[in-house]
Protein backbone atom coordinates (compact mmCIF):
# COMPACT_ATOMS: atom_id res chain seq x y z
CA UNK A 1 0.00 0.00 0.00
CA UNK A 2 1.10 3.46 -0.41
CA UNK A 3 0.61 6.92 0.79
CA UNK A 4 0.82 10.23 -0.58
CA UNK A 5 1.77 13.43 1.52
CA UNK A 6 0.89 16.75 0.00
CA UNK A 7 3.09 18.98 1.07
CA UNK A 8 1.91 23.36 0.64
CA UNK A 9 3.29 26.23 2.08
CA UNK A 10 3.93 29.89 1.05
CA UNK A 11 6.76 31.10 -1.31
CA UNK A 12 7.83 34.74 -2.45
CA UNK A 13 8.90 36.02 -5.53
CA UNK A 14 12.41 37.85 -4.87
CA UNK A 15 12.56 40.83 -2.60
CA UNK A 16 8.44 41.10 -2.74
CA UNK A 17 6.25 41.45 0.00
CA UNK A 18 3.56 39.32 -1.64
CA UNK A 19 3.16 35.81 -0.98
CA UNK A 20 1.49 33.29 -2.58
CA UNK A 21 0.38 29.74 -1.22
CA UNK A 22 1.82 26.54 -3.53
CA UNK A 23 1.87 22.91 -3.36
CA UNK A 24 5.67 22.61 -3.08
CA UNK A 25 5.89 18.83 -3.53
CA UNK A 26 3.99 15.44 -3.55
CA UNK A 27 5.69 12.61 -2.04
CA UNK A 28 5.11 9.27 -2.02
CA UNK A 29 5.81 6.92 0.92
CA UNK A 30 5.20 2.80 0.84
CA UNK A 31 3.52 1.36 4.08
CA UNK A 32 5.80 -1.60 3.59
CA UNK A 33 8.80 0.44 5.49
CA UNK A 34 9.52 -1.49 9.27
CA UNK A 35 12.26 0.78 10.80
CA UNK A 36 13.32 3.86 9.03
CA UNK A 37 10.17 5.37 6.63
CA UNK A 38 12.09 7.82 4.96
CA UNK A 39 14.52 4.90 2.94
CA UNK A 40 10.37 4.67 1.31
CA UNK A 41 9.57 8.13 0.67
CA UNK A 42 9.79 9.67 -2.79
CA UNK A 43 9.22 13.03 -3.94
CA UNK A 44 6.80 12.58 -7.09
CA UNK A 45 6.32 15.99 -7.97
CA UNK A 46 8.51 19.10 -6.71
CA UNK A 47 7.93 22.86 -7.20
CA UNK A 48 11.17 24.47 -8.22
CA UNK A 49 11.04 27.95 -6.80
CA UNK A 50 13.10 29.76 -9.31
CA UNK A 51 11.73 28.87 -12.79
CA UNK A 52 8.02 28.59 -10.90
CA UNK A 53 7.21 25.39 -12.42
CA UNK A 54 6.88 21.49 -10.97
CA UNK A 55 9.35 19.10 -12.03
CA UNK A 56 7.32 15.82 -12.26
CA UNK A 57 8.17 12.31 -11.83
CA UNK A 58 5.68 9.28 -12.25
CA UNK A 59 7.87 6.61 -13.46
CA UNK A 60 8.59 5.70 -10.26
CA UNK A 61 4.86 6.02 -8.79
CA UNK A 62 3.20 3.42 -7.43
CA UNK A 63 0.10 5.14 -7.20
CA UNK A 64 0.19 6.51 -10.84
CA UNK A 65 1.01 3.01 -11.73
CA UNK A 66 -2.39 2.09 -9.55
CA UNK A 67 -4.12 4.93 -11.15
CA UNK A 68 -2.87 3.66 -14.99
CA UNK A 69 -4.26 -0.08 -14.05
CA UNK A 70 -7.60 0.44 -12.73
CA UNK A 71 -8.04 2.41 -15.99
CA UNK A 72 -6.34 -0.20 -17.78
CA UNK A 73 -4.07 2.40 -19.69
CA UNK A 74 -0.56 2.95 -20.18
CA UNK A 75 1.67 5.17 -17.67
CA UNK A 76 2.25 8.18 -20.91
CA UNK A 77 -1.84 7.68 -21.21
CA UNK A 78 -2.34 8.62 -17.67
CA UNK A 79 0.32 10.92 -17.32
CA UNK A 80 -1.20 12.91 -20.30
CA UNK A 81 -4.59 12.78 -18.38
CA UNK A 82 -3.27 14.21 -15.44
CA UNK A 83 -1.75 16.88 -17.64
CA UNK A 84 -4.72 17.94 -19.34
CA UNK A 85 -6.72 17.89 -16.01
CA UNK A 86 -4.09 19.98 -14.66
CA UNK A 87 -4.54 22.21 -17.80
CA UNK A 88 -8.52 22.07 -17.49
CA UNK A 89 -8.21 23.15 -13.55
CA UNK A 90 -5.63 26.16 -14.47
CA UNK A 91 -8.06 27.26 -16.66
CA UNK A 92 -11.14 27.04 -14.46
CA UNK A 93 -9.54 29.34 -12.09
CA UNK A 94 -7.88 32.06 -14.61
CA UNK A 95 -11.67 32.25 -15.75
CA UNK A 96 -13.43 32.67 -12.14
CA UNK A 97 -11.46 35.82 -12.23
CA UNK A 98 -14.09 37.12 -14.15
CA UNK A 99 -16.81 34.88 -13.35
CA UNK A 100 -16.47 33.24 -9.78
CA UNK A 101 -18.96 30.84 -10.11
CA UNK A 102 -16.75 28.65 -11.90
CA UNK A 103 -14.91 27.00 -9.17
CA UNK A 104 -18.43 26.53 -7.66
CA UNK A 105 -19.01 22.88 -7.05
CA UNK A 106 -21.78 22.73 -9.72
CA UNK A 107 -19.15 23.65 -12.41
CA UNK A 108 -16.26 22.04 -11.33
CA UNK A 109 -18.42 18.74 -11.27
CA UNK A 110 -19.89 19.74 -14.99
CA UNK A 111 -16.31 20.19 -16.04
CA UNK A 112 -15.18 16.95 -14.74
CA UNK A 113 -18.27 15.09 -15.80
CA UNK A 114 -17.65 16.98 -19.76
CA UNK A 115 -13.51 16.00 -19.88
CA UNK A 116 -14.70 12.44 -18.71
CA UNK A 117 -16.92 12.01 -21.77
CA UNK A 118 -15.17 13.53 -24.13
CA UNK A 119 -12.07 12.01 -23.19
CA UNK A 120 -13.93 8.46 -23.68
CA UNK A 121 -14.76 9.25 -26.95
CA UNK A 122 -11.59 10.81 -28.28
CA UNK A 123 -7.48 10.04 -27.14
CA UNK A 124 -6.20 12.85 -28.55
CA UNK A 125 -6.03 14.99 -25.33
CA UNK A 126 -5.14 18.42 -27.69
CA UNK A 127 -8.34 18.27 -29.07
CA UNK A 128 -10.54 16.93 -25.90
CA UNK A 129 -9.13 20.20 -24.51
CA UNK A 130 -10.27 22.55 -27.35
CA UNK A 131 -13.80 20.79 -26.94
CA UNK A 132 -13.95 20.95 -23.47
CA UNK A 133 -13.43 24.91 -23.99
CA UNK A 134 -15.97 25.20 -26.37
CA UNK A 135 -18.56 23.52 -24.48
CA UNK A 136 -17.25 25.92 -21.05
CA UNK A 137 -17.98 29.21 -22.95
CA UNK A 138 -21.80 27.43 -24.19
CA UNK A 139 -22.45 26.83 -20.75
CA UNK A 140 -21.13 30.07 -19.28
Known amino acids: AVDNIITAGTIRSGDKIKRHRRILN ?8 KDDPTKHMKDIVEYNHRTGKWKVNFSTSKTIRRISEMKCQSLHKTRKSIEIRSKIKKYLVSASKKNPKLISAKYVVASNNKFIQLASRNSNYNKVYREWKKWLRSVV
Open 26 to 33: ITEISKTW
